[in-house]
């Protein structure tokens, strides 16, 4: 889990919430504000046919997942996000 935060993996984080952590895909896409076929497509270990998986590359969108899913900045390579200084 500790890489695939550190590489912004998050189609590997949503996937190994739902399966360590019993997370289902449409509670994640509740936290992140994603539709839950997306959440699932980018979980999912096949590639889009080009070879890759679909990852979220967008800064603003890096810190919706990282808020939505409380993930503590300094595991993001970030700085510590605004409610973990409440």
Known sequence: MRSAIANHDFGEVFRL????????????AEAVSYKREHIGKMARLETDGKGVRPRITQFHKILEVVDGLRIPGHLAGLAPRPWELE
């Open 17 to 28: 919430a739902k399966l360590h952590g019993n997370i289902s895909f449409a509670k994640i």
